[in-house]
């Protein structure tokens, strides 16, 4: 009887690495970045803020951080160990990538330039962590090099984009999508796939990883529940505070007792899809439960029915 890819024997390091303190409290971080883009979206009830320009950018903010998040977490998942320097480097992606989505919000905060140099910063660390695996570990140096060079030209292009103008904003989305695509085509279409060929990933840890992910994201939405609904003396929107427990409890059902069991596929393509459905499934319970939170704090008879609310709470 053949034993699925997804948990066949690791041979590199026998037992299959666990997950570290250290690691959750690095995805704590990514997914306090996550809850401050969902609640963007969902700001103004009235759809009145939220234009198609400003939707397409916010969803790209989940795109770029779940890249961060994936390649740091890659580099651990191929080469675990203590690293200092690693864990220093990371430290300070941490403390980037918050001022980045803090920036990149395209609301009143923080100016655009610090978001651009925010995420230069994560990417810069992206690439010296991978330098550093390939330095160590010269086995995993072909491994390490999509990595190394598509973070280093993501990080270059999103530093040209600290000098553009706050009020050029094609040339400020422009330069964004560049870098994204900079980012995550060159991880696609050759970096996964040849740590599948070369049977380097743990698949034990990487699901670990992201069912620990997925915990966080569906507890944050009830945190932001219990935010917005704070100061009332009572709950104005009953059924959409019940929706939340039912939509939060129902996604945690079906992502830990179909998904989580069936494990990682480790084949080129099936990954890079796998992740793919990841990021959507992260985006839309983000986005989805923020909604309804949201909602939780509008009486009854001033509900209405926001733009954004129909085609996207439709779709997740």
């Known amino acids: 009887m053949s034993t699925p890819d997804s948990f066949r024997p690791r041979a590199r390091h026998g037992v299959p690495s666990r997950v570290s303190w250290f690691e959750l409290f690095y995805d704590l971080v990514i997914v306090a970045s996550f809850a401050h883009t969902g609640h963007l979206i969902v700001n103004d009830l009235s759809g009145d803020r939220l234009t198609m320009t400003l939707g397409a950018w916010l969803i790209s903010t989940f795109v770029v951080t779940f890249t961060l998040w994936f390649?740091?977490?890659?580099?651990?998942?191929?080469?675990?160990?203590?690293?200092?320097?690693?864990?220093?480097?990371?430290?300070?992606?941490?403390?980037?990538?918050?001022?980045?989505?803090?920036?990149?919000?395209?609301?009143?905060?923080?100016?655009?330039?610090?978001?651009?140099?925010?995420?230069?910063?994560?990417?810069?660390?992206?690439?010296?962590?991978?330098?550093i695996t390939g330095r160590q570990r010269p086995e995993l140096k072909r491994a390490v090099t999509p990595w190394i060079w598509s973070s280093a030209v993501a990080a270059v292009i999103?530093?040209?984009?600290?000098?553009i103008p706050d009020d050029w904003e094609a040339a400020q989305i422009a330069a964004y999508a560049l870098a994204s695509a900079a980012a995550v085509v060159p991880l696609m279409v050759i970096g996964i796939p040849r740590l599948c060929r070369m049977n380097l990933v743990e698949p034990e840890h990487l699901a670990e990883r992201v069912g620990q992910l997925v915990i966080i994201v569906i507890g944050e939405s009830f945190l932001g529940l219990i935010f917005t609904l704070s100061g009332f003396d009572h709950v104005p929107g009953p059924l959409f505070f019940i929706f939340t427990f039912l939509v939060a409890g129902s996604l945690w059902s079906i992502y830990f007792s179909s998904v989580y069991p069936m494990g990682i596929p480790l084949t080129p393509g099936r990954l890079e899809l796998w992740l793919l459905g990841v990021m959507v499934f992260l985006i839309g319970v983000s986005y989805t439960a923020e909604m309804l939170a949201a909602y939780s704090a509008v009486p009854w008879d001033q509900q209405g029915i926001s733009r954004s609310f129909v085609p996207l709470s439709t779709l997740y």
């Open 71 to 131: 390649s740091t977490s890659t580099a651990i998942n191929i080469a675990p160990g203590k690293v200092t320097l690693r864990k220093t480097l990371i430290f300070v992606q941490m403390f980037y990538v918050t001022v980045a989505n803090l920036a990149l919000s395209r609301s009143d905060g923080l100016p655009d330039d610090w978001g651009f140099g925010g995420l230069a910063l994560c990417f810069a660390t992206v690439t010296a962590i991978y330098a």
């Open 158 to 163: 999103l530093a040209i984009g600290v000098v």
